[in-house]
């Protein structure tokens, strides 16, 4: 088993842990409202974090290639509010057509 792999299954305890483990210690208790607010915006601001480095990361630098385009595409349709299937199929239709023209 690979080192990457290792992190992934730890994380991946460590999360379902965290999460059975939150209810017992609180109880019935609010969480604290600075708490409250951060836990709210943690899960979108991490999922933005990934897509951003997957779609415009190399590893090392910043790389435009055609998964940028289709992010942008994704990001239009969802702008208008376009059902999920047109999302997707444009964001892959763009990121397809800027491949095959460059």
Known sequence: MSTT???VLVVGAATVALKGVAPVLLGRRELP???ARVNGALAPALLAA???VQTAGDGASLTLD???A???AAAVALLL???LIVVLAS???VAAAVNALT
């Open 81 to 83: 509010r376009a059902p």
């Open 91 to 93: 964001s892959a239709g």
């Open 5 to 7: 792999w290792l992190i």
């Open 70 to 72: 289709g992010v942008a």
């Open 50 to 52: 990934l897509v951003v």
């Open 66 to 68: 055609p998964r940028v």
């Open 33 to 35: 409202a600075p708490v």
